[in-house]
């Protein structure tokens, strides 16, 4: 492709919005546009790189018999009713009504759709496995779209669904599926972790995430070196190291105007592993007390875990009808509302908020001045020791990239999606659903691979992969080499761009630094002086000077390493 026939709309300064860089490189290097909140125009080169991360995608579908369908946006309301998604979905489903005043929504995922056309085409065990698979629009109307295309409102999704005659089906058709994820993260360059994760709004048997370490992440893992342990934070489990317990009395102290574990722990002079943080939280049964120490946060979606449902924490309003105090000062000791409190709580004296306006208790023994039940309810933190091995684990932030479900007969009982097995019985699907984003995966490249001058794309998705560089088009001898080339190394069967435009060369090798091509040949004054081109890797920045007739053999030796890169 010509660059002066081309819309490549490179820009100097980062758009003043981005904050995570591969929002800003993509932006610059002229792959995307945003058109409003969370929605993208994909230009010619964004559009390159995403049909290329489809490529690999649909190949290693294909390779585990995947078939591909094409299922459709607008979804009828009543399947979502039967799953009962309709309304356990809150805001992030986009709702519509047709000039009939019927209920349709934009499609999140397709769960429902693929339970229904199961009741329609699937008949007998003989039917079963099945894997079908899609790369489609999805619409989600995220709280918070931010980070260019990594969490857009709109966006591309390969979403696979395999069926199943049974859980050890199921089984197989789910590590087919791990298999060929990371097969496409591999040959997509990506660096990344496969987790435990909480299967959330889908429901069902268990689940993995796909993490792109990056720290643009809105994710956070907790990974051990030792053993291999790794998992979504939501769901790590770290032991934290005890503190050395002191050999308090019970008594009250007055603790005036500390509200906060700082505050407190200042005020007595007290480590904050030996005060204990009470937060009040509102379940489906009502109010609860969550415990966790000083030191540590409670992980929402832990506490949700264990409850059993959605929860939000109680207004002040609540707190003070409840417990007689503000939320700074209440704890655990003598209330009547159920108590939750985090594993390491089990053993040692604590400070706790004595539910009385500006006084803590110290020396409160769990188990001895109140009963608890006890969960994993903590974030886990970097230091804590592995609950498999022992050994210290790490957290480090990730882009959430795939996302695998065994979704068991989760969505098959509702929908009635059945089979009729070998006795001419009636049982339900074992369903599994699988999840990439192609832009996430982008994004992740760009985010892991990038230098201070622009994008340094993995040999698989970029969007070309040789960049042909003539430094003055003013200059017949380089204009000249610079088209041969472009000839010969397409010929070769490389995807080639040609910087035909007449510009500065300061702008020409700023432009090829932002965009990112794997392979530059640049022709420039060095072929009227000594008869030769440049050779480089955008990863390296040495040049190798070549004839130009030697050029297409050297560009191929950098395309061998870097395509096994
Ligand atoms: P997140 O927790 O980041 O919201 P999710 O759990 O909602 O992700 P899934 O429903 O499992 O994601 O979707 C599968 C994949 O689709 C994700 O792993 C991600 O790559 C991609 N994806 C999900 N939401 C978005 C979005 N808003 N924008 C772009 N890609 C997305
Ligand atoms: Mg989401």
């Avoid at 009547?336 to 400070?351: H, N, Q, S, T």
Wanted: aromatic share 6%; with cysteine.
């Amino acid at each position: 492709m010509r660059w002066s026939r081309s819309l490549i709309p490179t820009l100097r300064e980062d758009p003043a919005e981005a904050e995570a860089v591969s929002h800003k490189l993509m932006i610059r290097a002229g792959l995307v546009r945003q058109l409003a909140a969370g929605i993208y125009v994909y230009l010619p080169l964004g559009q390159r790189v995403l049909d290329k991360i489809n490529a690999v995608i649909r190949e290693e579908m294909n390779r585990i018999g995947g078939q591909e369908i094409t299922m459709p946006v607008l979804h009828p309301a009543e399947i979502w009713q039967q799953s009962g998604r309709w309304t356990a979905i809150g805001e992030e489903m986009f709702r519509l009504k047709d000039r009939n005043q019927r209920d349709l929504c934009l499609g999140m995922t397709h769960e429902e759709v693929v339970a229904w056309l199961a009741t329609k085409e699937i008949r007998s065990y003989r039917n079963l496995p099945q894997i079908w698979y899609q790369i489609q629009t999805k619409e989600r109307d995220e709280a918070r779209p931010r980070s260019g295309v990594m969490r857009t409102r709109e966006f591309l999704m390969k979403d696979s669904y395999t069926l199943d005659v049974d859980e050890v089906g199921l089984a197989k058709a789910y590590e087919a599926h791990r298999e060929a994820y990371c097969r496409i993260f591999d040959r997509c360059g990506l660096r990344y972790y496969v987790v435990e994760s909480d299967p959330g709004m889908m429901g069902g048997l268990g689940s993995h995430d796909f993490m792109a370490p990056s720290s643009a992440g809105e994710d956070e893992i907790a990974l051990c070196a030792t053993c291999g342990y790794a998992a979504s934070a939501e769901l790590a489990r770290g032991v934290p190291a005890s503190p050395a317990f002191p050999d308090w009395r019970p008594e009250e102290v007055p603790t005036p105007g500390a509200q906060t574990i700082p505050q407190v722990s200042a005020l007595l002079k007290v480590d904050p592993a030996l005060l204990i943080k009470s937060l009040g939280y509102v379940g489906a049964d009502g109010l609860v007390l969550a415990l966790v120490r000083g030191d540590q946060t409670l992980h929402e979606k832990k506490l949700a875990r264990v409850l059993g449902g959605e929860i939000r924490p109680a207004h002040p309003d609540e707190i003070r009808a409840q417990f007689g105090a503000s939320v700074g000062s209440i704890g655990p000791v003598g209330v009547k509302v159920p108590i939750i409190a985090d594993a390491c709580l089990r053993e040692g004296v604590y400070v706790v908020g004595a539910n009385r306006d500006g006084f803590h208790l110290k020396g409160v023994r769990p188990g001895t001045d109140f009963t608890a039940r006890f969960a994993d309810l903590h974030v886990v933190q970097l230091g804590e020791r592995c609950r498999q091995c022992g050994a210290p684990v790490t957290v480090e932030r990730a882009i959430e990239v795939a996302g695998i479900f065994k979704l068991g007969t989760r969505y098959s009982v509702p929908l009635r999606a059945v089979f009729l097995d070998e006795t001419g019985q009636a049982r339900p699907i074992w369903m599994g659903s699988y999840g990439i984003g192609p832009a996430r995966i982008a994004a992740a490249a760009v985010e892991q691979s990038h230098d201070a001058d622009g994008i340094i794309w993995p040999w698989s998705i970029a969007p070309y992969q040789v960049h042909v560089l003539p430094v003055n088009m003013k200059d017949r001898a380089q204009t000249e080499t610079a088209e041969r080339l472009y000839a010969e190394l397409s010929e070769a069967g490389f995807e080639v761009l040609l910087d035909d435009r007449d510009e500065r060369p300061g702008v020409k090798f700023k432009d090829a630094d932002l965009i990112g091509i794997p392979i530059r040949v640049t022709v420039g004054t060095a072929l009227v002086k000594d008869g030769v081109v440049e050779v480089r890797a955008r990863r390296g920045r040495e040049d190798r000077r070549v004839p130009p007739r030697d050029a297409p053999v050297t560009v191929k030796e950098h395309a061998r390493e870097l395509s096994r890169a």
